[in-house]
């Protein structure tokens, strides 16, 4: 299904809406579903409201989600597909962006999809292009370097064993 | 805390402005029309770059001000510590307030002389190997590489951007997030962005945040580190340490660190974080960062 909108009408109300009309009762208000933008890559949707919880899918940058419903700071999902799950909110943005392809492959475990990334405007790769050529003082060549390298790239599963092995636990509590 | 009070105050000010109420007297300083229009103007230009650029322009944006960074200081190459350093890194920026960013955070060790630490907006975190050298625990390290995520996750650097640079044609398209640029226009661009890049680098390398801005990083970064189960105590015992250090480096471009500690303390009594610094977190820690 193709999307125009950010916020589409939900058609899953149509079947309660004349189940109403049939028994006399007024039609409710349509219902707005948010649909938003995955803004990471490969961002994990998951079965609560935590890094932790079980891994639902995968879904690439660019993804248009529906969402259910939102929760300290999680927002509930529905992917393209129709799987449900929950993801972080700030892996989201109310903003649209024409997606495109980098050529390269992901380090995410088996799929290793084309890189997607989102084209921004304003400060864009056009415009960093430009800095590049002019600028004396940057050396962009170490911050790819950086952003490849292994080391910095730690994984919510990583992240888990690190915790254990440093017996640290997770609190919700905090102020 | 200072920044606490100002994002209270830009709305009420504006309210009070609209209203015509311009008297309300806040521990003894009443705010006067002089104070509700510096307040909007404030409000104004900090709202602008920090909140007008969109997450994939501020991830470009971080990446110019990480080139200038690394075009001056050596990455450590020592690898073991790198991978650390990030495992700690992204335990705390995963507790955040936002721990996704469209770059996702990175984290490194520079070869400097000076202890520092400094965040580019994004997501990237940079900690000096003096600075890691003076730690002498991972609850510490967390403390540190926290307030440095609060950085990035409230957005400080892009606040740290002059409106002024995004005067004209060219500026106001980047600020809106308006269209893409050919040559001629990319290289327009390209000053805008230098010059937003510089603003950044002066403040995170040189004049340092704003006291209210640190006090908020060390705020959220002590609760940063206390979900991820960290002692909230990091952060303000590595104050402690610097009580009395010489100028340079963290302590002057992270102003008031005697007053900071002292509000440090207060936050972690006040709120009743509880924590204790493992000694299994300080082994691993001696293991990648051996005592001097």
Known sequence: MRWTANRVRAIAMAPLAAALLLAGGELPAQQEVQRLT?????????????????????????????????QRGWAQVRVPGGATGWMHRSALTERQYEIRSTGRTTASAGTSPD???????????????????SATDANYDAVDRLEAWGVTAVDTETVQAFMQEGQLSSREDGP | ????????????????????????DLGGQGITREHVDSAIRVGSAFAQANERLDDVQEYYVGRAVAARILSRFTVCADEAM??????????VALHSDRPRTYG????????????NAFAAPGGFVFVTSTLVRQLVSEDQLAGVLAHEVAHVS???????????????????????????????????????????????????????????????????GTVFAYRAGYDP????????????????????????????????????????????????????????????
């Open chain 1, 38 to 70: 995955v803004l990471t890559d490969e961002e994990p949707i998951r079965g609560q409201p935590s890094f932790f919880s079980n891994l639902v899918v995968r879904v690439p940058r660019g993804t248009a989600v529906d969402i259910l419903g939102e």
């Open chain 1, 115 to 133: 890189e997607i990334t989102l084209a921004a405007k304003g400060f864009n790769p056009d415009v960093e292009r430009a800095d590049r050529a």
């Open chain 2, 1 to 24: 805390m200072r920044y606490a009070v100002r994002r209270m105050t830009i709305p009420a000010a504006m309210l009070l402005a609209g209203s015509g109420c311009l008297s309300l």
């Open chain 2, 82 to 91: 790198q991978a650390y350093v990030n495992r700690v890194g992204h335990t």
């Open chain 2, 104 to 115: 996702g955070y990175r984290f490194a060790v520079l070869e400097a002389p000076e202890p």
């Open chain 2, 154 to 220: 409230a957005k400080h650097g892009l606040a740290a951007i002059r409106s002024a640079r995004f005067r004209g044609a060219v500026g106001t398209a980047i600020l809106e997030g308006a269209q893409t640029f050919g040559d001629a226009d990319a290289r327009e661009a390209a000053g805008v962005l230098q010059g937003a890049v510089g603003d950044i680098l002066e403040t995170i390398l040189e004049r340092g945040y704003g006291r209210e801005q640190e006090m908020e990083a060390d705020e959220r």
């Open chain 2, 233 to 292: 105590a990091g952060l303000s015992q590595f104050l402690e340490s610097m009580h009395g250090a010489p100028p340079g480096g963290w302590t002057s471009s992270h102003p008031g660190a005697d007053r900071r500690l002292v509000a440090s303390r207060e936050q972690v009594a006040t709120h009743g974080m509880k924590g204790i610094t493992a000694p299994v977190r300080t082994l691993r820690f001696r293991q990648f960062v051996p005592a001097q």
